[in-house]
């Protein structure tokens, strides 16, 4: 594809971004599953661009990097377990659900 044109693809993805941010604020308030639906895709599309698979999330990315020892995944998984109680672990469960 001509780079003029991923050009034009990217602008629209920026806003489309903006109008998702926007529906997630409002369903943080109107419909909390939604907005955690949003989340996900987010946390997705996050490791997409770390160049990984999209369908799987910087979670549980990081769940089999604190597996293997490496520092970032044992760092990353330590803040979201505070945040969210074994939120590492049940991401790679959650992944191994998915793909049944």
Known sequence: MPRWKLFLVFLFCQLIAGLIALRMAWAICTNPDRAW???????????????????????SRAAKAQKDGKRWGCL??????????????????SVVDAQG
């Not at 639906?37 to 799987?56: H, P, T």
């Open 37 to 59: 639906k949003l989340g996900v895709a987010y946390d997705r599309l996050a490791n997409a661009a770390a160049n990984d698979d999209e369908a799987q999330t910087v979670s």
């Open 76 to 93: 990353l998984c330590k803040v979201l377990d505070w945040i969210d109680p074994d939120h590492c672990a049940k991401s790679v469960e």
